[in-house]
Nanobody
Framework: QVQLAESGGGLVQAGGSLRLSCEVSGRIFRINAMGWYRHQGPGKVRDLEQ?????????????NYEDAVKGRFTISRDNARNTTLMQMNSLKPEDTAIYYC???????????????WGQGTQVTVSS
């Protein structure tokens, strides 16, 4: 069974830094893309439309960022370890959210990719 495990969230003052990590485990043929989304509203996420795109990185290393985090967040990945990291610098109170790891991957024995999500990690930035 494929699982995504996030770590690295926490409480930080504005201007500070955090690094989020996400490791994908299970029987995997290939991870096409890995990324991060966030939910800034109250309560739990009940619909994927509630999630805001933050950053994504392809298997080849191409990246894309949401405009509000460009120049502050950096996403990277280690294909050998099935891990993605997101370094978040110059954090702002408006970055406060639950951050969810995302992976588009082909499980072992499958021929098409599927979307997988982590459980989320809380990031709180105080002013």
């Amino acid at each position: 069974q494929v699982q995504l495990a996030e770590s690295g969230g926490g409480l930080v003052q504005a201007g500070g830094s955090l690094r989020l990590s996400c490791e994908v485990s299970g029987r995997i043929f290939r991870i096409n893309a890995m990324g991060w989304y966030r939910h800034q509203g109250p309560g739990k996420v009940r619909d994927l439309e509630q999630l805001e795109f933050v950053a994504i990185i392809t298997y080849g290393g191409s990246t894309n960022y949401e405009d509000a985090v460009k120049g502050r967040f950096t996403i990277s990945r280690d294909n050998a370890r099935n891990t993605t990291l997101m370094q978040m610098n110059s954090l702002k109170p408006e970055d406060t959210a639950i951050y969810y790891c995302y992976a588009s991957l082909i499980p072992s024995g499958a021929y098409t990719p599927y979307d997988y999500w982590g459980q989320g990690t809380q990031v709180t930035v105080s002013s």
